[in-house]
């Protein structure tokens, strides 16, 4: 059993900052990559940012220069710094991460259940 749980959402006024994290527990053997993806109403979830187990980064092109991502592996937690914060980044944000466990030697992804953050004045 794997457990992605998200936390640090919430209300912030534009041009503000959050900072996301989530930490991933369970039987776990290996973490792959970690990603950030939001989803507003009535649009598709979109991926924001992608970070490799070796630590390279990559961005959406509406985010890119405002957020980024980190990660720490001994807590095997990432996080989304995010500022400059716009009412369109109004969204439920979900961590995703590919995980191998101890039980099967196939690759797969798990999702956390999002976090909410509201960007408005």
């Known amino acids: 059993q794997v457990q992605l749980v998200e936390s640090g959402g919430g209300l912030v006024q534009p041009g503000g900052s959050l900072r996301l994290s989530c930490a991933a527990s369970?039987?776990?053997?290996?973490?792959?990559?970690m990603d950030w993806y939001r989803q507003a109403p009535g649009k598709q979830r979109e991926l924001v940012a992608t970070?490799?187990?070796?630590?390279?980064?990559n961005y959406a092109s509406s985010v890119k220069g405002r957020f980024t991502i980190s990660r720490d592996n001994a807590k095997i937690t990432v996080y989304l710094q995010m500022n400059s914060l716009k009412p369109e980044d109004t969204a439920v944000y979900y961590c995703?991460?590919?995980?191998?466990?101890?039980?099967?030697?196939?690759?797969?992804?798990?999702w956390g259940q999002g976090t909410q953050v509201t960007v408005s004045s």
């Open positions: 995703n991460a590919e995980i191998r466990t101890h039980s099967s030697a196939t690759i797969r992804d798990y």
């Open positions: 970070i490799t187990r070796g630590g390279s980064t």
């Open positions: 369970g039987n776990i053997f290996s973490i792959y990559d």
